[in-house]
């Protein structure tokens, strides 16, 4: 199964959290987990996906696409094509 998102979309967000003075306590709040988790899901243990990446968008009121790479963006054509 392709990856959907960026290899390094964990330093992505963290560079975003600190570039724009984010702390992890309000995004972990906006998410509705605990900072302990969203360090977890930081850390290089689990995968950054898809859903983190949507969730993480939503709460930051960012789009989800500096997280995403092509082969999601050509899922979601894929699958707007053929809805039609």
């Given at each position: 199964?392709?990856?959907?998102?960026?290899?390094?979309?964990?330093?992505?967000l963290i560079d975003y959290l600190k570039s724009h003075g984010i702390k992890k306590r309000y995004l972990a709040k906006q998410l509705g987990i605990s900072e302990s988790t969203l360090s977890y899901h930081l850390s290089k243990r689990p995968a950054f996906t898809v859903d983190f990446a949507?969730?993480?968008s939503k709460a930051?009121?960012?789009?989800?696409?500096?997280?995403?790479?092509?082969?999601?963006?050509?899922?979601?054509?894929?699958?707007k094509g053929e809805s039609k």
């Open positions: 199964m392709p990856e959907f998102t960026k290899s390094n979309a964990k330093q992505i949507l969730a993480v930051l009121g960012i789009s989800p696409e500096i997280f995403l790479n092509e082969n999601y963006k050509k899922l979601v054509t894929n699958q």
